[in-house]
């Protein structure tokens, strides 16, 4: 049997790592055996990659489980992207490679070859050595790939694309055909945070209101407590928006539902492929996104539009446009509830995940 030991965050908090590597267990059910080493910090914020004495403290306390290298054939790490996400895997790499394990890197984003770059001296060098441990690596599509290329050969780099929950495979076709077309529903579903734009939407509502534009907006998510009392006080200047905190199940599923546009203005660092746009594509919502890290590897004109990083305006321009045609949309819905269930499934995403870890 091919046992696996997962290091890397596990949820709480919710984030694109934390649902993959809750996945990861399910390789249970096709003959792995599956331990873990959770290195969640389970205080959301958005400042990644800063030093923190008590983040350092939560740290070496995850050592504590360095044992468990002893009993897994493969080590399947989600390191993070920063100098510091990276360095805290150290000690597991060093003991994995010294007992000739095989490493596999699963880099969920596209800052890691950024950080590389601006790092200088002894940093850049500890930051490369780390890395290089791996035996191969994964990046979630094409455009991601270059994270890997200064660390790894070509042929150890594997792409292996986000997934969205099963639940979307229950979704009817009538569902999404009877979802309604008239008025402007728009969701914000992701964690609140500067850089995935959530600021930038609220002062588009407010522009929205000014101009008289008829829409309903429903947001959900964590907010980052550095800009909570901003948000909240945006929120709560809005008429027609709602704020529900954090959604699962049943309730994630009505607001993915009823909802016709999903907007998502991202220009996060750290952003890779948002299981957040796939899932609102996976429930048939028109998208309103950036071109933005692997962002366009799954989004195209016939799936939504782009709008630029940190343009209010633009995001305005773009809701009013369908507010009054938002109707000549319908297709472009079904196609991409089409799209999700063909392309991005849990099953394809375990297969392609299973060839590597067990090669």
Known sequence: MNKILLIGPLSPPINGVSICNDKITSLKEIGFQVAHINTANVNFSEQLGVFSIKKTMVILKQYVYLYKIFGGNTIYITPGQTFFGVLKYLPFLLLSKILNKKIVLHIHGNYLKSEYEN????????????????????????????????????????????????????????????????????????????????????????????????????????????????????????????????????????????????????????????????????????????NHAGISDIITKANGFFVKKKSPKDIADHLTMLSTTLSQYKNMSLNNHKYVKTQFSEKKFLSSLKKILAN
């Not at 150890?156 to 694309?161: A, L, Q």
């Not at 008025?183 to 579903?189: E, M």
């Not at 600021?199 to 947001?219: F, M, P, Q, W």
């Not at 901003?230 to 309730?251: A, D, E, F, H």
């Open 119 to 290: 790092l200088q001296g002894l940093q850049k060098k500890i930051f490369k050595f780390t890395i290089k441990l791996a035996s191969s690596g994964i990046v979630l599509s094409p455009s991601l790939k270059n994270n890997l290329t200064p660390f790894l050969k070509e042929n150890d780099i594997y792409i292996v694309p986000n997934f969205v929950d099963e639940e979307i495979f229950n979704i009817q076709e009538k569902e999404i055909e009877n979802k309604g077309f008239k008025t402007l529903k728009i969701l914000f579903l992701s964690n609140l945070m500067t850089e995935k734009g959530i600021l930038d939407l609220l002062d588009s509502l407010e522009i929205l209101e000014n101009k008289k534009v008829i829409y309903e907006a429903i947001l959900a998510g964590n907010i980052d407590p550095e800009i909570k009392e901003v948000v909240l006080n945006k929120i709560n200047s809005l008429n027609n928006t709602t704020y529900l905190g954090v959604v699962r199940g049943k309730q994630k599923k009505e607001i993915l539902l009823n909802a016709n546009v999903f907007v998502f203005p991202t220009y996060y660092k750290m952003e890779g492929q948002p299981i957040s746009l796939l899932e609102a594509m996976g429930f048939g919502n028109i998208i309103l996104t950036t």
